[in-house]
């Protein structure tokens, strides 16, 4: 169940998103102006993205809330603190809150950010997930090959693309190419080349890939086999992209 002030705060936001596209052509607020652009730029980006597809992926569009919140706080603010009378006890209190007290705590309040700062920055850099595969990759000249989804997407970005990885999913027992977040161009054998697949086999709910049999099944047995860390690279001395999904292109 969603909590009186959880629906509160967004009936407030969506409230401030009605109210600032109802005065759009003749405000003159620039900022509010710039808020709901990009409430209504994120929306409609996701809407019609291939990332629109459950729940979860709603994480794709978590701006519209900080955006949101800015926005209530501009139109809504004055007209709610209008219409609230402070009590007693809260006025007394507002009272004593002098500079002479407020300043002291923010000074603290500081200082302890700066702390905290500090700590962080003197902590020892942590590696990029997957930079043992990556730097182990790129000693041995292994440039382009194929896994799943999170290999192939972490391995490419943290290798500043010297390493790129396709990632490849299993039909039929089969590997094929994925059509997610990917392009045609990739799995082209007359403008790509892979000669590799690496196999991992995850980590808590860092899903790995380990469709070693579909693998097999696709391109036969590699050349070689190398064993990093958690990692299995197999490796084959031809384009593997002539012959990935091959079947399922050929089939009636």
């Known amino acids: 169940m969603i909590s009186a002030k959880k ?23 620039l900022v509010s102006q ?7 730029v ?3 980006t996701f809407a019609v993205s291939t990332h629109a597809v459950e729940i979860l992926y709603t994480r794709e569009i978590t701006p519209v809330l900080p955006f949101a919140a800015a926005l209530a706080g501009r139109l809504l603010a004055g007209r709610l603190l209008g219409r609230r009378r402070l009590g007693g006890q809260a006025r007394a209190l507002a009272g004593r809150l002098k500079p002479a007290v407020l300043v002291p705590f923010l000074l603290v309040v500081m200082l302890g950010y700066l702390a905290g700062l500090a700590d962080e920055i003197r902590q020892p850099p942590v590696p990029a997930q997957d930079q043992q595969l990556t730097s182990w990759l790129e000693a041995r000249h292994l440039h382009t090959g194929l ?3 999170w290999e192939a997407n972490v391995v490419t970005l943290t290798s500043g693309d010297r390493v790129q990885i396709r990632q490849v999913k299993t039909n039929g027992g089969l590997l094929i190419p994925s059509a997610y977040e990917a392009k045609a161009d990739w799995y082209d054998p007359h403008r ?3 000669n590799f697949v690496v196999l991992f086999p995850g980590a808590g709910r ?14 036969g047995k590699p050349a070689r086999t190398y064993h990093v860390g958690a990692y299995t690279v197999l490796v084959w001395n031809r384009n593997l992209l002539t012959e990935l999904g091959l079947r399922q292109r050929t089939s009636p």
């Open 7 to 29: 629906r509160e705060k967004r009936g407030c936001g969506a409230g401030a998103i009605a109210v600032a596209a109802w005065r759009f052509p003749r405000d003159r607020d």
């Open 147 to 149: 896994s799943g989804y």
């Open 206 to 219: 860092y899903p790995g890939f380990t469709q070693e049999q579909a693998v097999l099944a696709t391109f």
């Open 34 to 40: 710039l808020l709901l652009a990009g409430i209504v």
């Open 192 to 194: 790509s080349t892979a």
């Open 42 to 44: 994120n929306l409609v």
